[in-house]
């Protein structure tokens, strides 16, 4: 009893300590053949890479100073590291979790997959409104494509 009591206070302390890299325990997970697959992760990614690139226009016509800049610059970085992200993601649902079986009901999947990731790469180097949506919009595919798979009807969570 004071065994499981111990093993079940060290998993909690250490899933605690952990949450902050669950991104990275998911990828870990995943690409160990745990079958643990989202598409949540790309999908809110790409929606605040759309957020920073929202935020960076809106910027672009107010008087430049020091406040201004350093917001510029944060969200420039968030932008690209949150496309970058989303990019990961998909491309691990991709290597990962579709398969040959799933090309039969999707004869797109690859090229879906591929032109998202070629808008993650977009949404990186520039800053287009246009683009960042559209990223948004296929990842919501891809997302409906994986919880069909799944024979699930899940919400594509838009902020």
């Known amino acids: 009893m004071r065994k499981e009591l111990l093993l079940t206070l060290i998993l909690?302390?250490?899933?605690?300590?952990?949450?902050?890299?669950?991104?990275a325990l998911t990828f870990g997970q995943a690409a160990g053949g745990a079958g643990v697959y989202d598409p949540a992760i790309a999908g809110i990614a790409a929606q605040k890479a759309l957020f920073a690139t929202q935020r960076i226009l809106n910027d672009l016509h107010r008087p430049i100073n020091l406040s201004i800049r350093n917001n510029m610059h944060r969200?420039?970085?968030?932008?690209?590291?949150?496309?970058?992200?989303?990019?990961?993601?998909?491309?691990?649902?991709?290597?990962?979790?579709?398969?040959?079986k799933h090309l039969a009901a999707y004869p797109d999947l690859h090229e879906t997959i591929w032109y998202a990731a070629k808008l993650c790469d977009s949404v990186i180097v520039n800053v287009d409104l246009k683009q960042s949506e559209k990223?948004?919009?296929?990842?919501?595919?891809?997302?409906?494509?994986?919880?069909?798979?799944?024979?699930r009807k899940v919400p594509f969570n838009q902020h």
Do not use: R
């Not at 909690?12 to 991104?23: C, W």
């Open 75 to 100: 969200y420039m970085t968030i932008k690209a590291e949150q496309a970058h992200l989303a990019k990961i993601q998909l491309l691990l649902l991709w290597t990962d979790y579709f398969q040959s």
């Open 135 to 151: 990223l948004v919009e296929t990842v919501k595919e891809i997302h409906d494509m994986y919880w069909d798979t799944k024979g």
């Open 12 to 23: 909690t302390v250490s899933t605690a300590i952990m949450s902050p890299y669950a991104t």
